[in-house]
């Protein structure tokens, strides 16, 4: 979450822009995690009367979202 903090941080004019995190292949399982992170952070600072970021979703392309039904012995056939 550094990163994003990191990012406002030197552009604080994009602040209020609706973000979005997308991912592709194993992103999916990146941008599902940072996606519930920034939405926890954002419950948290609900608390205090702040925003962390204008997070509006995430976008998964041909994702692996979890490795006990994407990584099966099915998927070798598609790898040629």
Sequence with gaps: MSFIQQFYNDWPELKNNSM?????GFGGILASLMGLNVHRLNKEKE?????????????VANGMVDFR?????FTVDMLY
């Design 69 to 73: 039904f994407d990584a099966s012995i």
């Design 20 to 24: 979005y995190i997308s991912g592709v």
């Design 47 to 59: 608390l205090y009367g702040e925003k962390y970021v204008n997070f509006k979703g995430i976008f």
